[in-house]
């Protein structure tokens, strides 16, 4: 029985898969090997870059024209910037590849031999050479993992390929490919040989090419869902379909985990004559995100960065990146935490990690959370929101000051807060949406709870600008709209210097949006 993979590369015989090599354009592949060109290949983590290469490794050594050998070098890393180990390493790596993959012991007994005596400096390229020399037919390499390698290891990598360029293809591969998460360009070296850092373009300058790994488009995730089907039988709701698109927008690893969470996790799921419909695609991301998956718990790792926060602070806060380094929008979008719309601007690339990154923000305060009784419940377990806002009132008032410390994103502080109140609130039994963007100027919540759909807009008054109420207003009249509500709420957080306690200032007032809604507007 196949299965959705969220594990390693795909093997078609035990895994629901698309054809690797129709994910990106084969002919451009083949026309860079055969002008002997070396160039990278990067992608995000989990998005089917090594089942990709081993595919092409397959493909080019069944039509008998070249010797393709794939390497994951990842191990490498565990040396850091020990060159003698980093090379012994990885050479060794080559040589178990070359025995798995060619059932070639060459290179393995040469590192064992003759190799061991060689300069780690020269160690990889002699290695290399005896390789490409060795058999008529033109070598090509496929590096994997090659941006895990630290300092002075990589620089040594990259430089030992350049020296070897100008003797291919007789005594050196005709092509390589280096492939990671990172395009070279990004690469920032900081090796203890060098004063400055080292710039991967600098360091590895024959490159001809960076390709980029896309994500499945929306055909594509049709396309995997069907294999289920066709296995099974059991079906797709065409809403189903459409809400996997949605949340995912074709990240691989992610349809991937809500399709195999919907289709082998869930209870209900497991019974193959019954469809798999949209509530079951919810049901399984919550699940993903409430367990904190390795790939959701990586990704919400990276917000400890300097450079990272230096995007999403702003970005969650709804306002302008100011002077953030390209380099630094640039990583994120690498990392596939960002992407470009079409317009050219920078988005969470899913609804998923728009929810993954500020509550996994929101977690401190969450824990540090005092316990409050569930007020906001009617007799008969419904939401009230009316209670709902007296309950953050009261909460805000009393805990507000002190809870602002345990938020790690200072600018967005008392977001987080609110937030981490709200999940107490819907505590498993409903779900909390955020909307935001660079230079929106604010945050929208959707709090779903049973029958009620809360829609809240969240401002900041900052120093030197003015009341946000009027544009506020504004702004929630078009959201609420959207969600087809009449009412909702706007919290105005003030955080403009030399005000009173928040106890003091915090207040509650009606008013009407200048579509006629009536709006609970929170001053906190």
């Known amino acids: 029985m196949r299965f959705f993979n969220t594990e390693g590369p ?42 990709c290469l081993l595919a092409l490794m397959e493909q080019l050594n069944g039509d008998g024209r070249y010797r393709a050998l794939y390497a994951n070098i990842e191990t490498a890393q565990t040396t850091r910037e020990d060159v003698a180990r980093g090379m012994a390493a990885i050479c060794s790596v080559l040589g178990r590849s070359a025995r798995l993959y060619l059932d070639d012991t060459r290179l393995a007994d040469w590192c064992r031999t003759d190799g061991s005596g060689v300069p780690a400096e020269d160690r990889l390229s002699q290695l290399l050479e005896l390789w490409a020399a ?81 994500d499945f488009t929306a055909h594509e995730v049709t396309a995997l869902l069907a294999e289920h089907t066709r296995e099974t039988g059991q079906l797709f709701t065409p809403r189903a379909l459409e809400q996997v698109w949605r949340l995912t927008q074709g990240q691989p690893w992610l349809v991937n985990a809500l399709a195999y969470e919907a289709c082998f996790e869930i209870r209900e799921g497991r019974d193959r004559t019954r469809p798999i419909d949209s509530e079951m695609i919810d049901r399984a991301k919550e699940n993903l995100i409430l367990r904190r998956v390795t790939h959701l718990d990586q990704l919400a790792d990276k917000l400890r960065e300097p450079r990272v926060r230096r995007v999403i602070e702003p970005m969650l806060a709804g306002t302008g990146l100011g002077t953030v380094p390209e380099d630094d929008r640039q990583y994120l979008v690498d990392l596939g935490l960002l992407r470009r719309d ?53 909460f805000w008032r009393r805990h507000g000051e002190a809870m602002l410390g345990s938020a790690p994103y200072h600018e967005i502080a008392p977001h987080l807060v609110l937030m981490a109140f709200l999940h107490r609130v819907v505590n498993g039994e409903g779900t909390l949406e955020r909307e935001y963007a660079i230079g929106a100027g604010r945050m929208d919540l959707c709090l779903r709870y049973g029958a009620l759909t809360l829609g809240i807009e969240l401002k900041v008054w900052r120093d030197g600008r003015p009341d946000p109420l009027t544009e506020g207003l504004v702004q929630l009249d078009g959201y609420l709209a959207g969600l087809g509500l009449d009412s909702g709420w706007l919290v105005i957080f003030d955080r403009r210097a030399d005000q009173p306690p928040i106890a003091e200032r915090t207040a509650c007032a009606e008013e009407i949006t200048p579509g006629g809604r009536r709006i609970q507007v929170v001053r906190a």
């Open 10 to 51: 795909n093997r078609a015989e035990d895994h629901y898969t698309l054809p690797p090599l129709s994910r990106w354009d084969l002919d451009e592949i083949l026309m860079l090997i055969e002008q002997k060109k070396y160039f990278l290949l990067h992608a995000p983590r989990q998005t089917g870059k090594t089942t």
């Open 134 to 214: 060795a058999d008529p037919r033109p070598a090509v390499l496929l590096l994997d993992e090659v941006d895990a390698l630290v300092g002075d290891t990589l620089v040594s990598v990259l430089r030992q390929l350049r020296a070897g360029y100008t003797q291919r293809p007789a005594r050196f591969p005709q092509t390589i490919i280096l492939c990671g998460v990172r395009d070279l360009r990004d690469y920032r070296i900081h090796a203890s040989s060098e004063a400055a850092a080292i710039t991967g373009g600098s360091a590895f300058n024959i490159k001809a090419k960076s390709l980029r790994l896309g």
């Open 342 to 394: 079409g317009a050219g601007g920078l988005v969470v690339a899913n609804p998923i990690y728009r929810e993954v990154l500020p509550r996994a923000l929101a977690g401190g305060p969450q824990d540090s959370l005092p316990r409050i009784s569930p007020t906001w419940l009617a007799a008969d377990g419904r939401l009230d929101p009316r209670r709902l806002l007296d309950a953050f009132l009261a």
